[in-house]
Each structure stands twice: as C-alpha cells, then as structure tokens.
C-alpha cells in the first residue's frame, strides 16, 4: 500500500518535459526579459488605441471650432476694413457691390496667406491627437516623465489615464529592475576581466604571490552576484549612453542641434519633463521609448549604487561608534575599585574576568572585519542582529 503511495506522489510530482525546457529557457537565456519587454509594447499599443479613441473625436471638433473662429475672425476684420478704405466721405472714393465682392475675396486670399506665413494653425496652440501622439502620451504615463505638451481633454480620458498608470508605472518599474539586473551582469563580468587582468599587471608592484591573486580571482568570480562596478564607471557608462542617444537623434530630427538633443534626453532621463522640446518624428517613438527605458535602467542602477555606497560608509562609522562605546566601558570598568583577593588558597580568586571580557570585545571586534575584494582594504561593517546584544554581554561579565 506505501509503495503505491509513493508511485503515485512520484507520478504527481513529476515536472513535464516541456514544463522544464521551457523553464530553462525563460531564467537562464533570457526568455523573462523578452516577455516583459513584449508585454510593455503591447500595453503601450493597446493605451494608445484607447486614448486615440477617447480624444481624436473630441480634438477634431475642438479645431473645427478654432478653425471657424478664425474665419469668423477673418471675415470680420474684412468688412471692417473695406469703408474704412474705399466706401469713405474723405477719399470721395466708393466701389459697387461687385467691386467690394472682389475686394474682399482678395483681402480673404491675402489674409490667408499672411497667416500662413506666420505659422499660425491649430497644431500650435494644442497638439494634434493623432496614434503616434497618443503613443508618446501613454510612454509619458508609464516612465512617469509627463513632458505636459499633451493632455486629455474628455472625462473618459482623464479616467482612463489613471487607470492606465496605476497598472502601467508597476510595470515600468518592474522592467526597470530586471533591466538594471540584465545590465549589470552584462558589466560584471568583463569588469572582473579587468580586475584580474590589473592584478596581474601590477602584480610586480605588491608583494602577493600568483596563489593569492588566483584566491582573490576565484572569490571575485563566485562573488558575481554582488554588484561592486564603481560609482564613476556606473556615471560615465550613463553619459555615454546619453551622447549616444543624442547623436542618434540628432539625425532624425532635422531641427534639432547637438545640445538640443542631449538636453532633451537629459531632462527625459532625469524624469523632469519639461515638456519645451519634444520629438516631431512619429515613426522614430518606439526607438526613443526603448532609448528612454534602457536609459532610466542605467540611472536607476547609478542611483542604487550610490544608496549601497552611503548605507556601507554609515555602517562603518556606526561600527566605529560601537568600537568606541565598547572602549568607554571597558575603560570605565577598569577605573572601579576592584576586591582583594581572599587569603584563603582553593578560594583565592583573581580578576581574569575583567581580562577576558576585554579579549572577548577585541575578538568579536576582529570578527566584525570585512575584507572588501574591490580594493582589498579592510574595512568595518556592524552586525545589526549582535552588536548592542554583545555590549550588553560584555558588560554583564564583566559584572
């Protein structure tokens, strides 16, 4: 009866084939990132269909009556103009109705092209809600940028842009993470090529033998996992990204200069969005969305970065701080009046208690040392779990 049991329980635990090909290939050759990436894309399409949808009908009516406003405009200015010039007393100067018809047809061709002249049409008092705008809208959303220069004007809209973001930025930052992941693996490892390659350059110039720069490599290359690339590489690899960026686009935006283009994508990735410089290339949106995000990638990673690097340099001057306590109270310890010892031989006592605690500080104080690979200095991290618990310890037995 067990040995059925146990067929049945093997029978049920057993993971199919294709269950674990394709669980293999999703963790270690990239299949999550592609899925993530993919499910974005077609978050981004499906929300600029629907804000198409919700604003594109609103917006054509909305220049239909500017466009009307202007004729309206128009018109009156030509009728207004005409017995100011013609059918005047002062001149002794009149036209027939047939004259003024022409004239004003006239005055209406030439108002026209002035305006035209001018650049004065619609798209620059709003811009025009057509699918690529409402593209860049719903990637404005989703990395939280908000350039300002385009908005929704109807309730359905505005509605349906919250609901879009409270799904759309736990997506973003969701891909952010494991993007920034991707990244640094694909840093870490030729970063620790050149670790080893230094340590073997300027072996000469330290007293380490090639069994101890080996030891060091091997921990290193175990240690992958931890991300340790310097803050200043982190910030150039951003910079260069940037200049990259920027020379892309300053050869699909014919308008736009070098200092244009880096300034755009300076205050894009630094999510500020100040919306005065915008793209006017629709076909070129989903490659600025994909430069955006990689982009906001790297910034996040320097940003982590630089939060691990703060939380290590406060850890180490709260250890120096619980070094320094510890001394104090040892210190204080040393100063109390101590009682003889008895005269009395199997109950002499000493006072190896007070001597002991001192070496159970320093060598707790020795374990709490970190070797850093990195730059293979030594340098002191507290525990949280221990350190107050064994101050505490220390001055009971001293007690």
């Known amino acids: 009866m067990r040995e059925d049991v146990k067929e049945g329980l093997k029978r049920v635990r ?9 669980k293999t290939i999703y963790h270690d050759y ?12 077609i978050y981004q399409f499906i929300g600029a269909g629907v804000f198409y949808f919700c604003e594109a009908g609103f917006d054509e009516s909305k220049e239909k009556i500017w466009n ?6 128009r018109t009156k200015f030509v009728f207004d103009i005409i017995p100011l010039m013609f059918n005047n007393t002062d001149y002794l100067f009149f036209l027939t109705q047939e004259q003024t018809d022409e004239v004003s047809a006239k005055l209406h061709t030439e108002l026209k092209r002035y305006e035209k002249q001018l650049g004065i049409k619609y798209t620059d008092q709003k811009i025009k809600w057509d699918f690529w705008n409402a593209m860049l809208y719903a990637q404005t959303i989703c990395t939280t940028i908000g350039y300002g220069h385009l908005y929704p004007s109807t309730v359905s809209g505005r509605v ?16 952010l993470d494991d993007l920034g992941k991707l990244l640094t693996r694909c840093l870490k490892t030729p970063w620790w090529l050149i670790k080893c390659g230094c340590r073997r350059m300027f072996r000469y110039c330290t007293k380490q033998t090639m069994a101890e720069i080996r030891k060091l490599d091997a921990e290193d290359k175990r240690d992958l996992d931890i991300f340790d690339l310097p803050i200043p590489i982190a910030i ?10 920027s020379a892309t686009f300053c050869i699909w935006e014919h308008d736009w200069d070098y200092f244009v283009a880096f300034y755009f994508f300076f205050i894009s990735l630094s999510t500020i969005g100040l919306g005065d410089i915008t793209p006017t290339q629709p076909k070129y949106l989903l490659m600025l969305f994909i430069y955006i995000i990689i982009g906001l990638s790297l910034v996040s990673m320097c940003i982590n970065l630089i939060q691990a690097k703060l939380e290590r340099t406060y850890d180490a001057g709260r250890m120096q701080e619980l070094e320094m306590e510890a001394i104090g109270l040892l210190a204080a310890e040393a100063k109390l009046p101590q009682r003889r010892p008895s005269s009395l031989g199997i109950f002499r006592s000493s006072s190896s ?10 060598a707790a104080l020795a374990n709490r040392r970190r070797t850093n690979k990195t730059c293979q200095t030594v340098l002191s991290f507290p525990s949280p779990t221990c350190s107050n618990s064994y101050i505490c310890r220390t001055v009971s037995n001293s007690k």
Do not use: D
Request: hydrophobic share 60%.
């Open 14 to 22: 057993k993971v199919p084939r294709w269950v674990q090909i394709l």
């Open 30 to 41: 990239g299949l999550k990132h592609v899925c993530l990436i993919s499910i974005l894309i």
């Open 68 to 73: 009307m406003r202007i004729a309206e405009n």
């Open 160 to 175: 349906f842009t919250m609901i879009y973001a409270i799904f759309g930025i736990p997506l973003v930052l969701s891909i």
């Open 236 to 245: 150039f690899i951003v910079i260069t990204w940037i200049f990259v960026c």
């Open 353 to 362: 208690g007070m001597s002991m605690s001192r070496e159970a500080v320093q």
